[in-house]
């Protein structure tokens, strides 16, 4: 089963920013447009920090996969944290707008992709991402999916990960509604919380003979 532990101590509290930001990485500061869309529910700037700082140096170099684009806060932290390039996945047309623009005002347009679309239509039909470099996938949708669409929820983590490339890393928030010991290779899942989040995260190990790529 997954290796649940106690909540973890998140960064020092600080006021809630009336704008989302960049907290880490060459683009530490930069401002993420918002439109509060309670629909969205962007992962709060304190929780990301906690995650990346779980993810560290592996980031380099992955392909991000942010399967519920939303503002494009994790894609776009994984870009200023080194990941080569990130693809973005958004039903919302109003919400896809804003992360198109959130692309462009950071100006990584030539290594970001959005696709307005349902994801979990794309998980079924669409193409699989280039198996290199390895992935670092994101799954942060509303928390009610795992409850309204629990079983598409774990198809879709259970098709990527079945197809994920050795070194590939997953991130899934939830909250404590969702078992994530349900989710495949359930014992090699670190669950952490930060109260209402829990967050599992996942690495695909390569072969013996390999070393995990940085």
């Known amino acids: 089963m997954a290796r649940r532990r106690p909540a973890s101590p998140l960064p020092a509290a600080r006021a809630e920013p009336t704008e989302l930001r960049i907290v880490g990485g060459a683009l530490r500061g930069r401002k993420l447009r918002y439109g509060g869309e309670r629909r969205v529910r962007p992962m709060k700037d304190r929780v990301r920090e906690a995650v990346f700082n779980l993810l560290g140096p592996s980031v380099r170099g992955k392909q991000a996969i942010d399967l519920f684009g939303g503002t494009g806060a994790l894609g776009l932290e994984a870009i200023s944290r080194g990941a080569s390039r990130a693809l973005f996945i958004e039903q919302h047309l109003p919400t896809a707008m804003i992360l198109r623009e959130n692309v462009a005002t950071l100006g990584v347009e030539s290594v970001c992709e959005v696709i307005r679309g349902d994801t979990f239509v794309w998980g079924e039909r669409g193409p699989a991402p280039p198996p290199a470099p390895p992935w670092l996938v994101f799954a942060s949708p509303p928390y009610d999916f795992y409850v309204s669409r629990a079983d598409d929820m774990l198809r879709l983590v259970g098709r990527l990960v079945e197809r994920a490339p050795a070194g590939s890393l997953f991130a899934v928030e939830s909250d404590e509604r969702f ?22 995260i996942l690495r695909i190990k390569p072969p013996d003979n390999e070393p995990e790529p940085l």
């Open 179 to 200: 078992d994530i010991g349900l989710l495949p290779l359930a014992e090699r899942w670190d669950v952490r919380r930060y109260p209402p989040a829990v967050v599992g």
